[in-house]
C-alpha cells in the first residue's frame, strides 16, 4: 500500500533562518507530488508541483523553493524565513493519470516563524 | 476566475441534523469537483467526488448536489453524527490540462453536536 511520510511534525524557527520540509512517498512510482499551505480560513493553497524528478512548476511568487531530487522525494525550503511564511504545510502526491484525480495528504508540517 | 467560494465558514448542527455546505465556481473549464474531509492535526482525505455530467451523487449518507448553470455545488450530510465534526473543503479542477491540481475553497468547520 501506499504511503507518505512528512515531517517534522511541527517545527518553530526564527525569522531569518533556513527551512526544509521533506516528503517522501511510499508503494507508487512516478507521482505527481505537490506542496500546499493552509492558513486559517483562506482554504489550501497551492505552492509548487512536480510531474517528475528536477521538473518543479511554482503557482506563486514567495519566498518558498521546492526540489525533487528523487523520484518519491519532495523537499519545499527557504534560504531565509518571514513571519508570513508560518502556517501548516501539506505535502501530496497522486497517480499521475489518474481519473478520477485523489490527491493522498500527509499529516502536515505545523511552521511557525518567530 | 480560478476561485472557488465556500460557503459558510462555520457549522454547527445537532445529532441526527442535516449539514449543507455550498460552493460556487467562476471557471467553466472545471470539470471535476471533489470533497475533502479534514480532521484535526490531519491531512485532507477525498470523501467524496462528482463530475459535470451528472446533477447528484450519493455515497452513504454523504450526498453532492451539482448545478452547472448556477456554477454552484454542495455536500449534503444526512443524519449528521458527532463523528463527522471536521473541516470540509470543496475543489475543483479542469482534468485536462491542469496536471491534477486542485483549487479549493476556504473550509468549513463543521461541528456535530450529541
Known amino acids: 500500500s501506499q504511503t507518505i511520510h512528512q515531517w517534522p511534525a511541527t517545527l518553530v524557527q526564527p525569522v531569518g533562518s533556513p527551512l526544509s520540509l521533506e516528503c517522501t512517498v511510499e508503494?507508487?512510482?512516478?507521482?505527481?507530488l505537490y506542496w500546499y499551505r493552509q492558513a486559517a480560513g483562506r482554504g489550501l493553497q497551492l505552492l509548487f508541483y512536480?510531474?517528475?524528478?528536477?521538473?518543479i512548476s511554482s503557482e506563486v511568487p514567495q519566498n518558498l523553493s521546492a526540489s525533487r531530487p528523487q523520484d518519491r522525494q519532495f523537499i519545499l525550503s527557504s534560504k531565509k524565513l518571514l513571519l508570513s511564511d508560518s502556517g501548516f504545510y501539506l505535502c501530496?502526491?497522486?497517480?499521475?493519470?489518474?481519473?478520477?484525480?485523489?490527491?493522498?495528504f500527509g499529516n502536515g508540517t505545523r511552521l511557525t516563524v518567530t | 476566475q480560478q476561485q472557488v467560494k465556500q460557503s459558510p465558514q462555520s457549522l454547527i448542527v445537532q445529532k441526527g441534523g442535516i449539514s449543507i455546505i455550498n460552493c460556487a465556481y467562476e471557471?467553466?473549464?472545471?470539470?471535476?469537483f471533489p470533497w475533502y474531509q479534514q480532521f484535526p492535526g490531519k491531512g485532507p482525505a477525498l470523501l467524496i467526488a462528482?463530475?459535470?455530467?451528472?446533477s447528484e451523487k450519493k455515497e452513504g449518507r454523504f450526498t453532492i448536489s451539482f448545478n452547472k448553470s448556477a456554477k454552484q455545488f454542495s455536500l449534503h450530510i444526512m443524519d449528521s453524527q458527532p463523528g463527522d465534526s471536521a473541516t470540509y473543503f470543496c475543489?475543483?479542477?479542469?482534468?485536462?490540462?491542469?496536471?491534477?491540481?486542485?483549487?479549493f475553497g476556504q473550509g468549513t468547520i463543521l461541528t456535530v453536536h450529541p
Open positions: 475543489a475543483a479542477s479542469n482534468q485536462g490540462t491542469s496536471y491534477g491540481k486542485l483549487t
Open positions: 462528482i463530475r459535470p455530467d451528472v
Open positions: 508503494g507508487t512510482s512516478n507521482p505527481n
Open positions: 512536480s510531474v517528475g524528478i528536477g521538473q
Open positions: 501530496a502526491w497522486s497517480v499521475g493519470l489518474a481519473d478520477p484525480l485523489r490527491l493522498h
Open positions: 471557471n467553466t473549464a472545471f470539470d471535476y
